[in-house]
């Protein structure tokens, strides 16, 4: 598919005024202030779900979505997962942050990196990339079950999804999560979006294909609800999570951004990739490099 997964606008290392006032520590997101309890909560089930929680940032990421959807191909990684023909839209893009300014204004100026970081309950939280997301009125296609760190070059357990609803969801077509499945010390192959294929089969380090959950409902701890814009759900890169393929009775856009914790470090994959960074300089046990991934907040 064109522009599946492509660096449609080049990847460079970023130069941004908000970069050089982190470094210069003139730059501190803003404190998020969570209980102890919600943080526990998180570390057992690897999902959280906080109401209202970046409320009064739904209209500017709306914005910023609108300018990513206005010129897909001005923008990185435009993705449309709906098969010709199929009613509505699956639209997704990521790495956008250092070229729509709502975006990055959410990454630097937002409590996130605060609230990454406390969920973590590490020493720090590094920003990695942002993605966004549009199902359009008339969909009806699953997202596949499957967890997200199979498609990154990333290995560890301190990682964080923060997900911001962006309109109201309604529960049947909410995204639902296998509480505890972060803990079960498996990855399991990552899959096509369009078809629901694993890809990667056969390479290292995976644990086989993602148990068939819609099968067995009663076998796994599985959580989901209907959502206010604004509604935040944190989970894990290792948390399994994915749709139904109810359809959609009006148009859902999200805006995720993804946090590593102390122990995240690089890892080359043989296979395909999500984002594929381009001689990233790394090896595999790196530290991720602080210049294309910025530390944002410190314990
Ligand atoms: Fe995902």
Known sequence: MEGFNQWTVPWTTPELPELDEIRAGNLEPPEFHIEDEQIEAYQRDGVLYLNGAFEGWVEPLRAGLARNLSDPMAFRFPAESNAEGEPGRFFDSYCNWPLIPEYRDFVFRSPAASLAGKVMQGSYAQFFHEHAFVKEAGTQRATPWHQ??????????????????????????????VRGSHRWGEVFYPKMWLD?????????????????????????????????????????????????DGVMRRRRRAFSTRWLGDDMRYLERAGESSPPFPDPGMSTGDRMREDWFPVLWRH
Request: hydrophobic letters at 35%; charged letters at 25%.
């Open 148 to 177: 997200d760190i199979p498609y990154y070059t990333v290995r560890g357990d301190r990682s964080v999804s923060i997900y911001v609803a962006l309109d109201d969801v309604e529960e049947d077509v909410a995204v639902r999560f």
């Open 196 to 244: 629901g294929a694993d890809f990667n089969v056969g390479e290292d380090g995976y644990a086989g294909t993602v148990p068939d959950i819609e099968a067995n409902p009663g076998s796994y701890d599985v959580v989901g609800r209907a959502l206010t814009a604004g509604d935040t759900i944190l989970f894990s890169f290792k948390t399994l999570h994915g749709t139904t």
